[in-house]
């Protein structure tokens, strides 16, 4: 039986300084005991096995565009994927203060050393501007597993991007590495580095995030996951125009379960607008879990 947890905290989850800060977290569901709440902020994972954490934050702004930011980190250092932008700030009905909220997520492995390892949620205001703060935290990490109960060692794997890069209409997103790559079913193509291949007759759950910079007011950049370069509606996704210029990005998450085919299977993040979009961060999670 793999361990699994999720934490999470409501009403006020701590204030982010300028240089960033850990959310506050406590205990909801535990299973198992390879993840445990360790303080306040700091969760620990059993080492060498696998994990998929999903999250999801909502943060208090001073004012409505602003955008904040989250990652999580492993034993002080970032992991590759796991950064995400917010929606800009809005106040919803039934509020008077605005809000805003990001998720994200990422299939990783911990090392030998150190036992356990940290990981921790960070969230990190606009820059420069104070007064943000986590207002709810939700956490969600599974020791990943297959059917006859052995640790995944062969199954699954995460890619990212940074930096700016122009993204053609209808053509897929760039990855610079697979950062994570367990087995040999899943690939990152090394020569264009813009797909995926995956082994035939299986069931997948990819998940991905982007941020987006649409370099134009009322713009919302939509992305999906293309198999064998058939469009999955399920796994559409679009980002929140932007509300001026002075908010320069924008992000977006979604996923998708789905099954392969006989013979190879190809796996794409297409950008679906009309336009040429600059696309600053993606990340692409992938597991197979049939």
């Known amino acids: 039986?793999?361990?699994?947890?999720?934490?999470?905290?409501?009403?006020?989850c701590g204030s982010i300084p300028i240089n960033g800060s850990p959310a506050i977290l406590?205990?909801?569901?535990?299973?198992?005991?390879?993840?445990?709440?360790?303080?306040?902020?700091?969760?620990?994972?059993?080492?060498?096995?696998?994990?998929?954490?999903?999250?999801?934050?909502?943060?208090?702004?001073?004012?409505?565009g602003q955008v904040a930011s989250a990652q999580l980190t492993l034993n002080g250092s970032i992991i590759p994927g796991s950064q995400t932008l917010s929606f800009p700030a809005t106040i919803p009905p039934g509020?008077?203060?605005?809000?805003?909220?990001?998720?994200?997520?990422?299939?990783?492995?911990?090392?030998?050393?150190?036992?356990?390892?940290i990981v921790q949620l960070i969230g990190f205001p606009p820059a420069g501007i104070p007064g943000i703060n986590f207002s709810t935290v939700n956490i969600r990490i599974v020791e990943l597993e297959n059917?006859?109960?052995?640790?995944?060692?062969?199954?699954?794997?995460?890619?990212?991007?940074?930096?700016?890069?122009d993204v053609g209409s209808n053509?897929?997103?760039?990855?610079?590495?697979?950062?994570?790559?367990?087995?040999?079913?899943?690939?990152?193509?090394?020569?264009?580095?813009?797909?995926?291949?995956?082994a035939p007759n299986s069931t997948y759950y990819a998940s991905y995030s982007i941020i987006a910079c649409p370099e134009a007011l009322g713009v919302t950049v939509r992305v999906l996951l293309a198999l064998n370069d058939i469009p999955m509606y399920q796994s559409l996704a679009g980002t929140t125009a932007i509300p001026d210029l002075n908010s320069e990005f924008t992000g977006a998450s979604g996923s998708a379960v789905f099954n392969t085919g006989p013979g190879t299977n190809t796996l794409e993040l297409i950008n679906t607008n009309v336009n040429t979009i600059k696309f600053v961060s993606v990340a692409l999670n992938i597991m197979q879990i049939g």
């Open 171 to 198: 053509q897929p997103v760039a990855f610079i590495e697979a950062n994570v790559v367990n087995g040999s079913g899943i690939q990152l193509d090394p020569a264009t580095r813009t797909f995926v291949t995956l």
């Open 95 to 117: 509020l008077n203060t605005p809000v805003s909220t990001v998720s994200g997520g990422v299939v990783f492995n911990t090392p030998a050393t150190p036992n356990p390892s």
């Open 1 to 12: 039986m793999s361990s699994s947890a999720d934490f999470g905290c409501s009403g006020g």
């Open 147 to 165: 059917a006859s109960g052995s640790a995944v060692t062969n199954n699954n794997a995460a890619m990212y991007g940074f930096g700016y890069q």
């Open 26 to 64: 406590t205990t909801l569901v535990q299973n198992g005991s390879s993840i445990q709440l360790q303080g306040f902020s700091n969760i620990t994972l059993a080492a060498g096995l696998s994990y998929l954490i999903e999250y999801n934050a909502q943060f208090s702004m001073p004012v409505i």
